[in-house]
C-alpha cells in the first residue's frame, strides 16, 4: 500500500461513486426494515453482506479521496484489484481452520451453489480493502500521528523469536482434540502476523516492524481500530440478514455484540494486522514491495 499523503480539504471533489456506494447502503437497509412484508425486499436482505460492504467501500474511497486527492480507487486501482482476490484467498485459509475448530457456521445462504458462491466470493472479496481503507481514512484524520514509541531494534532473537512462536500458534489449533481447538481460534489470529511481518521485514518488504523500528505507532494503531471498527460493522449488518453467520465458539456465549461473543470481538484488531501482514508477504513476489500503507 503506498504511502498516505494529506492535502488540504476542499481542494478535491467527492467522487460519484460514493454517493452510489452510500445508495447501496440505504437500499440494504431498508430491504432489512421490510423483509419481513415485501418478498422483493427479503431477497434483497439475503445479499445484505456484499452490498453494504461494496457501499461502503466507495462510500469510503470517495471521502478519502475527497481529503486528500488520492485513494485506493481513484489513483490505485491495480492495486485495488490484487486486493479483491487475495482477499478471498486469505479468508479461505481461515475457513480452513474453522473446519478443525467449528468457531462459527453459516445459514441462510442461497441453495444454488453458483449463487452461493458468487454471494461468498463479493462478501469475501471487501473483506481487505474494507480494513485498508478505513485504516487509510484514520491515517488522512491525522487522529494517531503523534502516537510514538521508544525505537525498537529488531534482533535476530526478535525475528526468529516471533517466526517460532508464531508458526506454533498456527499449529497446536490443528494438532489438538477438536473439542479444545475451538477454544484456540485467538492464536489462528495473531499467528500469521509473528510469522509474516518478520519475514517481510527480514525481505526488504513492508513491515510493521519497520514501524517499530522507527518508533512511530499510526499505522500500527490505524489499522488496529479500522479492525475494531469494521469487525463492529461486520456484526451489525450481519444481525438481521437473511443470510448471516453464526457462532458456535464456547467462549462469553451470552456477553455478545450482536452475533459475536465479547471475547471473539477483541480478536478484529488483530485480525486487521494479520491481513496486512499476509498482503506485504504475498507482495514480496512481485516487482514492488516497499510501498507504505
Request: charged share 15%; net charge neutral.
Amino acid at each position: 500500500m503506498k504511502e498516505f499523503t494529506h492535502s488540504v480539504a476542499g481542494e478535491n471533489h467527492f467522487k460519484g461513486y460514493g454517493w452510489v456506494g452510500l445508495g447501496l447502503i440505504l437500499t440494504a437497509e431498508a430491504a432489512l426494515f421490510l423483509q419481513g412484508e415485501n418478498p422483493f425486499a427479503k431477497a434483497i436482505s439475503i445479499w445484505t453482506t456484499p452490498i453494504c460492504w461494496w457501499g461502503y467501500i466507495f462510500f469510503v474511497d470517495a471521502l478519502i479521496f475527497r481529503l486528500k486527492g488520492s485513494s485506493l480507487i481513484s489513483t490505485r486501482r491495480n492495486e485495488f484489484f490484487l486486493q479483491l482476490p487475495l482477499s478471498i484467498g486469505f479468508w479461505l485459509i481461515f475457513e480452513i481452520y474453522n473446519l478443525h475448530l467449528q468457531n462459527w457456521e453459516y445459514r441462510g445462504l442461497p441453495e444454488n451453489p453458483i449463487i452461493r458462491s458468487i454471494g461468498l466470493g463479493l462478501s469475501f472479496a471487501t473483506i481487505m480493502p474494507g480494513m485498508f481503507q478505513t485504516a487509510e481514512l484514520l491515517m488522512t484524520l491525522k487522529i494517531f500521528q503523534r502516537f510514538k514509541i521508544s525505537k525498537l531494534q529488531a534482533t535476530n532473537r526478535i525475528i526468529y523469536g516471533g517466526m517460532v512462536l508464531g508458526f506454533i500458534f498456527l499449529m497446536i489449533p490443528l494438532l489438538v482434540s477438536q473439542h479444545l481447538a475451538r477454544y484456540l481460534f485467538a492464536l489462528v489470529w495473531t499467528g500469521f502476523v509473528m510469522v509474516l511481518d518478520p519475514i517481510a521485514y527480514s525481505s526488504g518488504g513492508d513491515a510493521l516492524l519497520k514501524d517499530l523500528e522507527e518508533g512511530t505507532m499510526e499505522r500500527i494503531l490505524c489499522l488496529f481500530v479500522a479492525g475494531y471498527l469494521c469487525g463492529f460493522l461486520w456484526e451489525f449488518w450481519n444481525y438481521w440478514a437473511a443470510a448471516k453467520w453464526v457462532y458456535l465458539a464456547p467462549f462469553t456465549p451470552t456477553i455478545k455484540v450482536f452475533e459475536m461473543p465479547l471475547a471473539g470481538f477483541f480478536g478484529f484488531g488483530p485480525f486487521a494486522w494479520e491481513y496486512f501482514a499476509m498482503y506485504n508477504f504475498v507482495r514480496l513476489f512481485s516487482g514492488n514491495n516497499t510501498n507504505r500503507c
